[in-house]
């Protein structure tokens, strides 16, 4: 398997500008997390999924944010509009939960954000 | 909930040298712990993990963690640091029961010559 895939690697975008990353997890894997990364905040978990379901997203930090799992092997996290203060490192994880044995998060080479 | 805290944000040692970097977590349930490196401008690898069983458990590269219940600790060592070490750690809890991961803030180690 060619491991949790993120595109793109970098993205510049202007302030106000909608953003859009992506992710393809593990196959097989039915759990999906998106995390942020900064040297502020450190390393902090947005939303998760499950089985294509979000669990969790109480990570989100507001209604600019927003994140999709159309099916189990893609998902989408959306910054609409972008501010500067968005800027960071965007990563994907994935993992199996429930399986024998479960999994750790497999994380992605993540993709670098940066709002001007 | 449960959480992760990682004492000392920068650890510096000689090459040759002990490596401890300290994780305590918080956690209402039994734990699964974690440790992961991080090289610059790359994606977080495992070094190892801490499901059931036994509490001291060796990872790649020579590192190993000791899982202490009773001092909610997971402290990660090598016996002898090597140049190549050197990169940001991260412990990280779980609960059995959901994957609800969480991470510490990392702890950054330097090698020196």
């Known amino acids: 398997d060619a491991g949790v895939i993120q595109s793109p690697r970098h993205e510049v975008t202007e302030m106000g500008q909608e953003v859009t990353l992506r992710c393809k997890p593990i196959s097989g894997h039915n759990s999906l997390f998106w995390y942020r990364q900064t040297m502020m905040r450190g390393l902090e978990l947005l939303i998760y999924?499950?089985?294509?379901?979000?669990?969790?997203d109480s990570g989100m930090p507001e209604d600019r944010f927003s994140a999709k799992m159309p099916n189990a092997s893609f998902s989408t996290l959306k910054i609409q509009p972008s501010e500067p203060r968005d800027s960071a490192v965007y990563f994907c994880?994935?993992?199996?939960?429930?399986?024998?044995?479960?999994?750790?998060?497999?994380f992605g080479q993540g993709t670098r954000l940066t709002v001007v | 909930a449960q959480s992760v805290t990682q004492l000392g944000s920068h650890v510096s040692v000689s090459e040759g040298a002990l490596v401890l970097l300290r994780c305590n977590y918080s956690s209402s349930v039994p734990p699964y712990l974690f440790w992961y490196v991080q090289y610059p401008n790359q994606g977080l690898q495992l070094l190892l993990k801490?499901?059931?069983?036994?509490?001291l458990v060796k990872g790649i590269n020579g590192f190993e963690a000791e899982f202490k219940k009773s001092e909610t600790s997971f402290h990660l060592t090598k016996p002898s640091a090597h140049m190549s070490d050197a990169a940001e750690y991260f412990c990280a809890v779980r609960s059995y029961n959901n994957n609800d991961m969480r991470f510490g803030a990392g702890t950054r180690l330097t090698v020196k010559p």
């Open positions: 994880a994935s993992s199996l939960v429930g399986g024998l044995p479960d999994t750790e998060a497999f």
């Open positions: 801490y499901t059931t069983g036994a509490t």
């Open positions: 999924f499950n089985n294509n379901v979000p669990i969790d």
